[in-house]
């Protein structure tokens, strides 16, 4: 554990662990501590960045949600909304998005991708590639700047349509 995110304790199925940024100090210290049962739900973009213990799944953001990856499956990449009570707020600051990376073991956030990288995120806050062709696919939200996992949202014009940045 060397980050912030959750870890799933494989060998005992009920402890597990989340790791936060304490940054009481005068550095900041990574800080592990056992997760304990919440109440949390994945109802609104105000839980964005907790998990729900019941089902060990985290809110990305209102009733999105990220779960640990089967066992032997590729890692999945999701788009975390910023969120004040979150253990990653002193990591993805508001009106930025975060890249957390689900593994079967970690949902951490993914700080491999920088260099300004552009991404899509579809509405279900997966995040693949910017395609070639340089458009997301229609359903999908276009993310830039993207350094050390951290994310600007794109906005563009549509007809009808409010986009918050």
């Known amino acids: 554990m060397d980050q912030v995110g959750f ?4 060998d005992d199925t009920v402890t597990h662990t989340k790791c936060s ?3 009481s100090g005068e550095e900041a ?3 592990c501590e056992g997760l304990t049962t919440s109440s949390d739900t994945c109802d609104s973009a105000a839980n964005s960045g907790k998990i729900v213990t019941s089902s060990l799944t985290l809110c990305l953001d209102g009733s999105k949600t990220a779960t640990f990856v089967a066992t032997g499956n590729d890692p999945i990449q999701y788009l975390l ?4 009570d979150s253990i990653f707020n002193t990591v993805i600051a508001e009106n930025t998005y975060g890249i957390i990376k689900a593994t079967e073991d970690s949902m951490t956030l993914d700080t491999t991708v920088t260099s ?5 995120a579809d509405v279900d806050q997966k995040v693949t590639d910017l395609p070639e062709s340089g458009s997301c696919a229609a359903t999908s ?4 700047l993207c350094t050390s996992g951290i994310c600007q949202k794109i906005c563009k014009v549509k007809t009808g349509v409010n986009c918050k940045c």
């Open 29 to 31: 210290t990574l800080k």
């Open 21 to 23: 940024m304490d940054t």
């Open 141 to 144: 939200t276009l993310y830039s």
């Open 81 to 84: 909304n910023y969120g004040a």
């Open 7 to 10: 870890y799933k304790n494989v």
């Open 116 to 120: 300004n990288k552009e991404v899509c």
